[in-house]
């Protein structure tokens, strides 16, 4: 009978080991695989960006966070495309931007993001609002926070529709320009 129950209990120690094991978060096996492992996961969590600014048509493909950290170089690179186009003004624009755009450019086949705003300084921001109706006073491209695109082939709406399931920062649709505005602000849309 003792070999019986230390049996069973070899087997249920076993079972709830294995049972553990089934319901531990993948992050947790990523924290304790070998370096080889992590240099190939953190690969894929590499981000690129591929840029067209249709403006001033440079364009720029530009891995901006090498999987731990962002690159500055690349950011500089990414915030020289982004700049005012009306006075060429360079602003750091918030790499959480960036995020969102690569997002959006992974949901639809890494195809290249089409930039017609990203940085305005105030007083292109004011300019324009002399112009044009719908500028915002204290527009989040005036802080490097936002950016209008579009991605050739892609609808506007999937596109909207896409940064809405984010559920972060603003998005703007703006069918009659042809364009999708994007922030890092607070969560809303219209």
Known sequence: MDKIDHHRRKWLAISGAALGLALIPDAAFAASSTSTTKK????????TLLVKNINTNETIKS????GKSYDKTEL????HIFRDRRNDQITT?????YDKLHYLQKQFGNKQIELICGYRSVDSN?????????????SYHTLGQAADIRIDGVSLKSLRDAALQMKSGGVGYYPSSNFVHVDTGPVRDW
């Open 40 to 47: 190939s996961k953190s690969a894929l969590r590499t981000r």
């Open 63 to 66: 891995t901006y966070f090498n």
């Open 76 to 79: 500089s690179r990414l915030n």
């Open 93 to 97: 624009i918030d790499p959480q931007l």
């Open 126 to 138: 004011n300019s324009m609002r002399s112009q044009k109706r719908g500028v915002a006073k204290h």
